[in-house]
Protein backbone atom coordinates (compact mmCIF):
# COMPACT_ATOMS: atom_id res chain seq x y z
CA UNK A 1 0.00 0.00 0.00
CA UNK A 2 1.27 2.92 -0.45
CA UNK A 3 1.94 5.38 2.21
CA UNK A 4 0.02 8.80 2.94
CA UNK A 5 -3.32 6.95 1.35
CA UNK A 6 -6.38 7.16 3.95
CA UNK A 7 -7.56 3.85 4.95
CA UNK A 8 -10.62 2.47 6.51
CA UNK A 9 -9.95 -0.21 8.69
CA UNK A 10 -11.42 -3.57 8.75
CA UNK A 11 -12.72 -4.27 5.10
CA UNK A 12 -11.00 -5.76 2.28
CA UNK A 13 -10.15 -9.27 2.37
CA UNK A 14 -6.74 -10.99 2.33
CA UNK A 15 -6.25 -13.04 -1.19
CA UNK A 16 -3.75 -16.15 -0.46
CA UNK A 17 -3.01 -17.78 -3.70
CA UNK A 18 -0.52 -21.10 -2.58
CA UNK A 19 1.42 -22.56 -5.30
CA UNK A 20 -1.38 -22.20 -7.64
CA UNK A 21 -1.28 -24.66 -10.89
CA UNK A 22 -3.81 -24.76 -13.25
CA UNK A 23 -4.11 -27.27 -16.58
CA UNK A 24 -6.17 -27.79 -19.27
CA UNK A 25 -5.55 -30.78 -20.80
CA UNK A 26 -2.11 -30.61 -21.96
CA UNK A 27 -1.60 -27.21 -21.24
CA UNK A 28 -0.25 -25.85 -18.31
CA UNK A 29 -2.01 -22.38 -17.51
CA UNK A 30 -0.46 -21.49 -14.45
CA UNK A 31 2.23 -22.67 -13.09
CA UNK A 32 3.38 -23.03 -9.17
CA UNK A 33 2.32 -19.16 -8.49
CA UNK A 34 2.19 -18.20 -5.17
CA UNK A 35 1.53 -14.61 -3.72
CA UNK A 36 -0.72 -12.42 -1.30
CA UNK A 37 -3.16 -9.82 -1.75
CA UNK A 38 -3.61 -7.90 1.69
CA UNK A 39 -6.58 -6.26 3.07
CA UNK A 40 -7.16 -3.08 1.03
CA UNK A 41 -4.63 -3.52 -1.73
CA UNK A 42 -4.41 -2.41 -4.90
CA UNK A 43 -3.37 -5.41 -7.19
CA UNK A 44 -2.53 -5.92 -10.38
CA UNK A 45 -1.56 -8.64 -12.71
CA UNK A 46 0.48 -8.21 -15.77
CA UNK A 47 1.20 -10.39 -18.61
CA UNK A 48 1.31 -10.56 -22.29
CA UNK A 49 -2.21 -12.76 -24.05
CA UNK A 50 -2.48 -16.15 -22.98
CA UNK A 51 -0.16 -15.73 -20.08
CA UNK A 52 -2.76 -16.95 -17.46
CA UNK A 53 -4.26 -14.03 -15.95
CA UNK A 54 -7.75 -14.76 -16.31
CA UNK A 55 -6.99 -18.71 -15.27
CA UNK A 56 -5.57 -17.19 -11.68
CA UNK A 57 -8.15 -14.34 -11.64
CA UNK A 58 -10.87 -16.89 -12.39
CA UNK A 59 -9.50 -19.05 -9.62
CA UNK A 60 -9.45 -16.40 -7.13
CA UNK A 61 -12.89 -15.68 -7.96
CA UNK A 62 -13.78 -19.58 -6.96
CA UNK A 63 -15.27 -20.06 -10.99
CA UNK A 64 -12.60 -22.42 -11.33
CA UNK A 65 -11.06 -25.20 -9.18
CA UNK A 66 -7.27 -25.94 -8.83
CA UNK A 67 -5.43 -28.50 -10.33
CA UNK A 68 -2.75 -28.26 -7.55
CA UNK A 69 -2.21 -25.77 -4.57
CA UNK A 70 -5.02 -23.82 -3.03
CA UNK A 71 -6.54 -20.20 -3.02
CA UNK A 72 -7.87 -18.71 0.11
CA UNK A 73 -9.96 -15.75 0.61
CA UNK A 74 -9.75 -14.67 3.93
CA UNK A 75 -8.84 -18.21 5.12
CA UNK A 76 -11.83 -19.65 2.97
CA UNK A 77 -11.80 -21.69 -0.13
CA UNK A 78 -13.84 -19.16 -2.76
CA UNK A 79 -14.55 -22.39 -4.73
CA UNK A 80 -17.11 -23.61 -2.11
CA UNK A 81 -19.51 -20.47 -3.00
CA UNK A 82 -20.97 -19.98 -0.01
CA UNK A 83 -22.85 -17.53 -0.06
CA UNK A 84 -21.64 -15.03 2.43
CA UNK A 85 -18.64 -15.10 1.05
CA UNK A 86 -19.84 -14.36 -1.97
CA UNK A 87 -21.93 -11.23 -1.27
CA UNK A 88 -18.68 -9.97 -0.06
CA UNK A 89 -16.87 -10.03 -4.12
CA UNK A 90 -17.42 -8.40 -7.15
CA UNK A 91 -16.20 -10.20 -10.27
CA UNK A 92 -16.24 -8.37 -13.75
CA UNK A 93 -15.16 -11.19 -16.27
CA UNK A 94 -13.14 -10.28 -19.20
CA UNK A 95 -16.09 -11.38 -21.93
CA UNK A 96 -19.30 -10.29 -20.73
CA UNK A 97 -22.58 -11.69 -20.94
CA UNK A 98 -25.89 -10.21 -20.03
CA UNK A 99 -29.55 -11.03 -19.62
CA UNK A 100 -31.21 -10.79 -23.08
CA UNK A 101 -33.45 -7.63 -23.89
CA UNK A 102 -32.86 -5.82 -20.85
CA UNK A 103 -32.48 -2.33 -20.64
CA UNK A 104 -29.17 -1.17 -18.73
CA UNK A 105 -30.90 -0.45 -15.17
CA UNK A 106 -32.75 -3.77 -14.91
CA UNK A 107 -29.84 -5.52 -16.09
CA UNK A 108 -28.28 -3.74 -12.66
CA UNK A 109 -31.97 -4.31 -10.79
CA UNK A 110 -31.69 -8.11 -11.53
CA UNK A 111 -27.78 -8.41 -9.90
CA UNK A 112 -28.65 -5.76 -7.17
CA UNK A 113 -32.13 -7.54 -6.31
CA UNK A 114 -30.38 -10.84 -5.41
CA UNK A 115 -28.52 -8.62 -2.63
CA UNK A 116 -31.38 -6.47 -2.11
CA UNK A 117 -29.66 -3.68 -3.15
CA UNK A 118 -32.15 -0.42 -3.18
CA UNK A 119 -32.81 1.05 -6.50
CA UNK A 120 -30.92 4.09 -5.77
CA UNK A 121 -28.37 2.96 -5.33
CA UNK A 122 -28.90 1.73 -9.27
CA UNK A 123 -29.11 5.38 -10.29
CA UNK A 124 -25.89 6.08 -8.53
CA UNK A 125 -23.89 3.29 -10.40
CA UNK A 126 -24.87 4.29 -13.48
CA UNK A 127 -23.93 8.13 -12.89
CA UNK A 128 -20.41 6.40 -11.54
CA UNK A 129 -19.62 4.77 -14.67
CA UNK A 130 -20.96 7.47 -16.84
CA UNK A 131 -24.70 5.48 -18.30
CA UNK A 132 -27.24 7.67 -17.07
CA UNK A 133 -28.33 9.01 -20.27
CA UNK A 134 -28.32 4.86 -21.62
CA UNK A 135 -30.60 3.73 -18.37
CA UNK A 136 -32.76 2.55 -19.93
CA UNK A 137 -31.36 1.55 -23.57
CA UNK A 138 -31.11 -2.15 -24.51
CA UNK A 139 -27.88 -3.82 -23.33
CA UNK A 140 -27.37 -5.30 -27.16
CA UNK A 141 -27.92 -1.68 -28.15
CA UNK A 142 -25.05 -0.42 -25.99
CA UNK A 143 -21.74 0.41 -27.52
CA UNK A 144 -18.91 -2.02 -26.86
CA UNK A 145 -17.42 0.11 -24.07
CA UNK A 146 -20.80 0.77 -22.97
CA UNK A 147 -21.63 -2.45 -22.26
CA UNK A 148 -17.96 -2.97 -20.30
CA UNK A 149 -18.73 0.36 -18.06
CA UNK A 150 -22.55 -1.89 -17.53
CA UNK A 151 -20.77 -4.73 -16.77
CA UNK A 152 -17.97 -3.21 -14.34
CA UNK A 153 -21.41 -1.42 -12.45
CA UNK A 154 -23.02 -4.91 -12.29
CA UNK A 155 -19.70 -5.48 -10.44
CA UNK A 156 -20.49 -2.88 -8.22
CA UNK A 157 -23.79 -3.51 -7.38
CA UNK A 158 -23.67 -5.14 -4.22
CA UNK A 159 -20.51 -2.53 -2.54
CA UNK A 160 -18.35 -5.81 -2.53
CA UNK A 161 -15.21 -5.61 -0.58
CA UNK A 162 -13.08 -7.16 -2.84
CA UNK A 163 -13.53 -6.50 -6.65
CA UNK A 164 -12.06 -8.65 -9.54
CA UNK A 165 -11.93 -6.58 -12.95
CA UNK A 166 -10.08 -8.49 -15.89
CA UNK A 167 -9.07 -6.01 -18.40
CA UNK A 168 -11.92 -3.30 -17.36
CA UNK A 169 -10.85 -0.71 -19.12
CA UNK A 170 -9.72 -2.55 -22.50
CA UNK A 171 -12.79 -1.32 -24.76
CA UNK A 172 -12.72 2.24 -23.18
CA UNK A 173 -12.52 5.38 -25.25
CA UNK A 174 -9.39 7.63 -22.94
CA UNK A 175 -12.14 10.18 -21.06
CA UNK A 176 -13.96 6.90 -20.13
CA UNK A 177 -10.80 4.99 -19.07
CA UNK A 178 -9.64 7.77 -16.51
CA UNK A 179 -12.93 8.20 -15.07
CA UNK A 180 -13.19 4.84 -14.60
CA UNK A 181 -9.56 4.96 -12.82
CA UNK A 182 -11.33 7.47 -10.11
CA UNK A 183 -14.34 4.82 -9.51
CA UNK A 184 -11.60 2.68 -9.06
CA UNK A 185 -9.78 4.41 -6.70
CA UNK A 186 -12.57 5.78 -4.35
CA UNK A 187 -13.00 1.80 -4.03
CA UNK A 188 -10.46 1.26 -3.02
CA UNK A 189 -9.69 4.20 -0.81
CA UNK A 190 -12.58 3.68 0.97
CA UNK A 191 -11.02 0.67 2.47
CA UNK A 192 -12.36 -2.52 -0.41
CA UNK A 193 -9.68 -4.56 -1.96
CA UNK A 194 -9.10 -4.22 -5.60
CA UNK A 195 -7.65 -6.59 -8.50
CA UNK A 196 -7.45 -6.12 -11.64
CA UNK A 197 -5.44 -7.86 -15.09
CA UNK A 198 -4.57 -4.78 -17.61
CA UNK A 199 -2.41 -3.95 -20.86
CA UNK A 200 -1.89 -0.98 -19.83
CA UNK A 201 1.02 -0.08 -18.03
CA UNK A 202 0.71 3.30 -17.25
CA UNK A 203 -2.57 2.29 -15.96
CA UNK A 204 -1.28 -0.18 -13.20
CA UNK A 205 1.98 1.68 -12.72
CA UNK A 206 -1.15 5.03 -11.74
CA UNK A 207 -3.32 2.38 -9.62
CA UNK A 208 -1.64 -0.36 -8.19
CA UNK A 209 0.12 -0.72 -5.19
CA UNK A 210 1.84 -3.78 -6.31
CA UNK A 211 1.99 -5.98 -9.34
CA UNK A 212 2.55 -9.27 -10.49
CA UNK A 213 4.31 -9.97 -14.22
CA UNK A 214 3.38 -13.41 -15.28
CA UNK A 215 3.92 -14.85 -18.54
CA UNK A 216 3.73 -18.78 -19.46
CA UNK A 217 1.86 -19.05 -16.58
CA UNK A 218 4.88 -18.52 -14.04
CA UNK A 219 5.22 -15.64 -11.78
CA UNK A 220 8.26 -13.25 -13.03
CA UNK A 221 8.18 -10.72 -10.69
CA UNK A 222 6.13 -8.78 -8.04
CA UNK A 223 6.59 -5.87 -6.17
CA UNK A 224 5.27 -1.76 -5.91
CA UNK A 225 5.61 -0.59 -9.34
CA UNK A 226 8.07 1.73 -8.68
CA UNK A 227 10.75 -0.91 -6.71
CA UNK A 228 10.23 -3.04 -10.49
CA UNK A 229 11.52 0.64 -12.61
CA UNK A 230 14.50 0.97 -10.08
CA UNK A 231 15.31 -2.25 -10.43
CA UNK A 232 15.58 -2.35 -14.18
CA UNK A 233 17.82 1.09 -13.90
CA UNK A 234 16.65 2.19 -17.41
CA UNK A 235 18.65 4.76 -19.17
CA UNK A 236 17.07 7.94 -19.54
CA UNK A 237 15.64 9.25 -22.58
CA UNK A 238 16.09 12.59 -23.65
CA UNK A 239 13.79 13.84 -26.87
CA UNK A 240 14.79 16.82 -28.56
CA UNK A 241 13.20 18.32 -32.14
CA UNK A 242 15.18 17.28 -34.94
CA UNK A 243 16.46 20.75 -35.28
CA UNK A 244 17.87 21.16 -31.93
CA UNK A 245 21.17 19.08 -32.79
CA UNK A 246 22.42 16.77 -35.53
CA UNK A 247 22.58 13.04 -35.48
CA UNK A 248 26.35 13.36 -35.82
CA UNK A 249 26.75 15.94 -33.00
CA UNK A 250 24.66 14.06 -30.69
CA UNK A 251 26.37 11.51 -30.88
CA UNK A 252 29.70 12.48 -30.10
CA UNK A 253 28.77 13.77 -26.80
CA UNK A 254 30.12 12.53 -23.52
CA UNK A 255 27.43 10.29 -21.81
CA UNK A 256 25.45 9.52 -24.67
CA UNK A 257 24.04 5.66 -25.43
CA UNK A 258 22.58 5.96 -28.48
CA UNK A 259 20.72 8.47 -30.43
CA UNK A 260 17.70 7.91 -32.78
CA UNK A 261 15.78 9.79 -35.23
CA UNK A 262 11.55 9.02 -34.83
CA UNK A 263 8.59 10.87 -35.86
CA UNK A 264 9.12 12.82 -32.94
CA UNK A 265 12.48 14.05 -33.62
CA UNK A 266 15.48 12.84 -31.51
CA UNK A 267 15.85 10.08 -29.01
CA UNK A 268 19.21 10.29 -26.65
CA UNK A 269 19.60 6.89 -24.49
CA UNK A 270 21.64 8.02 -21.66
CA UNK A 271 22.67 6.40 -17.80
CA UNK A 272 24.07 10.06 -17.50
CA UNK A 273 21.62 12.28 -17.94
CA UNK A 274 22.91 15.19 -16.35
CA UNK A 275 26.09 15.37 -18.42
CA UNK A 276 23.72 15.00 -21.53
CA UNK A 277 22.05 18.07 -20.33
CA UNK A 278 24.53 19.90 -19.46
CA UNK A 279 26.36 19.70 -22.93
CA UNK A 280 23.21 20.14 -24.91
CA UNK A 281 22.55 23.03 -22.64
CA UNK A 282 26.28 24.74 -23.04
CA UNK A 283 25.32 24.36 -26.87
CA UNK A 284 21.82 25.91 -27.36
CA UNK A 285 20.73 23.10 -28.31
CA UNK A 286 17.59 22.02 -26.13
CA UNK A 287 14.60 22.95 -28.72
CA UNK A 288 11.80 20.38 -27.91
CA UNK A 289 13.05 19.19 -24.70
CA UNK A 290 11.62 16.00 -23.30
CA UNK A 291 13.15 13.99 -19.87
CA UNK A 292 12.03 10.57 -18.84
CA UNK A 293 13.18 7.84 -17.09
CA UNK A 294 12.11 4.39 -16.95
CA UNK A 295 8.33 3.31 -17.13
CA UNK A 296 6.59 -0.33 -15.92
CA UNK A 297 6.30 -0.43 -19.90
CA UNK A 298 9.83 -1.13 -19.81
CA UNK A 299 9.90 -3.33 -17.32
CA UNK A 300 7.50 -5.24 -19.01
CA UNK A 301 9.41 -5.58 -22.43
CA UNK A 302 12.63 -6.51 -20.24
CA UNK A 303 10.89 -9.10 -18.62
CA UNK A 304 7.98 -10.73 -21.14
CA UNK A 305 10.17 -9.73 -24.49
CA UNK A 306 8.91 -7.35 -27.29
CA UNK A 307 7.79 -9.96 -29.93
CA UNK A 308 4.32 -10.57 -30.55
CA UNK A 309 3.38 -14.68 -29.72
CA UNK A 310 0.78 -16.52 -30.45
N1 LIG B 1 -10.87 -23.34 -21.21
C1 LIG B 1 -9.64 -23.51 -21.69
N2 LIG B 1 -9.27 -24.66 -22.30
C2 LIG B 1 -8.00 -24.85 -22.76
N3 LIG B 1 -7.02 -23.93 -22.67
C3 LIG B 1 -7.32 -22.76 -22.09
C4 LIG B 1 -8.64 -22.47 -21.57
N4 LIG B 1 -8.62 -21.22 -21.06
C5 LIG B 1 -7.38 -20.75 -21.24
N5 LIG B 1 -6.59 -21.66 -21.85
C6 LIG B 1 -5.15 -21.50 -22.19
O1 LIG B 1 -4.48 -21.19 -20.99
C7 LIG B 1 -3.48 -20.20 -21.21
C8 LIG B 1 -3.74 -19.01 -20.31
O2 LIG B 1 -4.93 -18.38 -20.71
P1 LIG B 1 -5.55 -17.13 -19.94
O3 LIG B 1 -6.89 -16.87 -20.51
O4 LIG B 1 -5.45 -17.36 -18.48
O5 LIG B 1 -4.50 -15.99 -20.37
P2 LIG B 1 -4.54 -14.40 -20.14
O6 LIG B 1 -3.25 -14.04 -19.48
O7 LIG B 1 -5.78 -14.01 -19.44
O8 LIG B 1 -4.51 -13.83 -21.62
P3 LIG B 1 -5.22 -12.51 -22.28
O9 LIG B 1 -4.31 -11.35 -22.00
O10 LIG B 1 -5.24 -12.83 -23.73
O11 LIG B 1 -6.58 -12.36 -21.68
C9 LIG B 1 -3.52 -19.90 -22.71
O12 LIG B 1 -2.52 -20.69 -23.33
C10 LIG B 1 -4.90 -20.36 -23.13
O13 LIG B 1 -4.91 -20.76 -24.47
MG1 LIG C 1 -7.37 -12.84 -19.96
Known sequence: MSAGRTRFVGMGVRIEVDH??????????????SFTVEP?????????????????????????????GRVAIDGR??????PDLQRRIGVQLQSSAFFERLTAVEQLQTFGSIYGVPTSRLDELLEQVGLTEKATAQ?????????????????????????????????????????LWDVLRGIN???RTVVLTTHYME???????????????????????????RRLDAATRIGLAVEAISIDEARALPGVQT?????????????DAATVLGELGRREALEGLSVSKGTLEDVFLDLTGREYRA
Open 259 to 271: VAVGSAGLVIETR
Open 40 to 68: GEFFGLLGPNGAGKTTTLETIEGLREPTE
Open 139 to 179: VEDLSGGQKQRLSIACALVHDPEVVFLDEPTAALDPQARRN
Open 20 to 33: LTMRYGAVTAVEDI
Open 203 to 229: EAEELCDRVAIVDHGQLLQLDTPATLI
Open 77 to 82: DPARRE
Open 189 to 191: ESG
